[in-house]
């Protein structure tokens, strides 16, 4: 019949270390750890990468195959009633199958009675369990406080600059409009000024060029009253006839 030690100590193989009860879907990682799988599923959304949470090997994937030895053997284990809480709560030595009840501070492990006299733990630091707990869970708490202090500073902090981001952009909004509409402005009067001034030249052309026109019209009339002489003339020398010439000449002075 199996001794005590060694139902406890099958028992610890076949507790999760992570939510220590038995194994449900067990799954085996890479570096040869057992956890449940949705245990290590839930470990690596919450640390956002994939590492074993018992020695802390990192992974290129999340990839892992299940045990089924273990599933097995904590379905056994279910069925017999064994209780692993129990079992965690007193967790007993490997080596001299005594209850844990100190705590070695220079090597961070729980340790029996007799191997806190041993020699590989001479001149460590001891203390018993639940100081050890209530020890770590005070610096837990502080670092935990000092972390939810620095947490609302850095909330603080990022709500002012938020604030600060918003005011800037509507104030560059602001600038941005006025002068739109500042250039709107003065495109509108340079229009109007300029549309007045060609409309001033324009009258000033008008002015200038209507006497000038007038007095190229009468010009233009002498020039074909003369050009109408000339003609005239021409053809009056032209004649042939000395009496016809003569007649003409006579009726033109009379003129």
């Given at each position: 019949m199996a001794s005590k030690g060694q139902v406890e100590s099958l028992i610890e193989e076949i507790i999760c270390p992570i939510c220590l009860d038995f194994f449900t879907d067990p799954v085996i990682l890479e570096c040869g750890?057992?956890?449940c799988r949705s245990c290590i599923t839930r470990c690596w959304e919450r640390e956002e990468r994939n590492s074993c949470p018992e020695c802390r090997a990192e992974f290129a994937d999340r990839t892992?195959?299940?045990?089924?030895?273990l599933a097995n053997l904590s379905e056994k284990a279910r069925k017999l009633?064994?209780?692993?809480?129990?079992?965690?709560?007193?967790?007993?030595?490997?080596?001299?199958?005594?209850?844990?009840?100190?705590?070695?501070?220079t090597d961070?492990?729980?340790?029996?009675?007799?191997?806190?006299?041993?020699?590989?733990?001479?001149?460590?630091?001891?203390?018993?369990?639940k100081e050890a707990v209530e020890v770590y869970k005070g610096q837990v708490k502080s670092s935990l406080d000092s972390l939810t202090k620095r947490k609302s500073d850095f909330e603080e902090m990022e709500h002012q600059q938020k604030e600060k981001i918003s005011g800037v952009r509507e104030q560059s909004q602001s600038v941005q409009s006025h002068i739109t509409s500042y250039f709107a402005e003065l495109h509108r009067i340079f229009l109007e000024r300029e549309q007045r001034v060609l409309r001033d030249i324009r009258e000033e052309e008008e002015r200038i060029l209507n006497p000038m026109e007038k007095n190229l019209q009468v010009i233009q009339e002498n020039l074909n009253s003369i050009q109408q002489e000339i003609l005239s003339l021409q053809e009056w020398i032209n004649q042939k006839d000395s009496v016809i010439?003569?007649?003409e000449e006579a009726r033109r002075k009379w003129r």
């Amino acid at each position: 019949m199996a001794s005590k030690g060694q139902v406890e100590s099958l028992i610890e193989e076949i507790i999760c270390p992570i939510c220590l009860d038995f194994f449900t879907d067990p799954v085996i990682l890479e570096c040869g750890h057992n956890f449940c799988r949705s245990c290590i599923t839930r470990c690596w959304e919450r640390e956002e990468r994939n590492s074993c949470p018992e020695c802390r090997a990192e992974f290129a994937d999340r990839t892992f195959k299940v045990s089924w030895a273990l599933a097995n053997l904590s379905e056994k284990a279910r069925k017999l009633n064994l209780n692993p809480i129990d079992n965690e709560r007193k967790l007993h030595c490997k080596e001299h199958e005594e209850e844990l009840k100190l705590f070695c501070e220079t090597d961070k492990t729980l340790i029996c009675l007799i191997c806190a006299t041993a020699r590989e733990h001479k001149s460590h630091n001891f203390m018993p369990v639940k100081e050890a707990v209530e020890v770590y869970k005070g610096q837990v708490k502080s670092s935990l406080d000092s972390l939810t202090k620095r947490k609302s500073d850095f909330e603080e902090m990022e709500h002012q600059q938020k604030e600060k981001i918003s005011g800037v952009r509507e104030q560059s909004q602001s600038v941005q409009s006025h002068i739109t509409s500042y250039f709107a402005e003065l495109h509108r009067i340079f229009l109007e000024r300029e549309q007045r001034v060609l409309r001033d030249i324009r009258e000033e052309e008008e002015r200038i060029l209507n006497p000038m026109e007038k007095n190229l019209q009468v010009i233009q009339e002498n020039l074909n009253s003369i050009q109408q002489e000339i003609l005239s003339l021409q053809e009056w020398i032209n004649q042939k006839d000395s009496v016809i010439f003569l007649k003409e000449e006579a009726r033109r002075k009379w003129r």
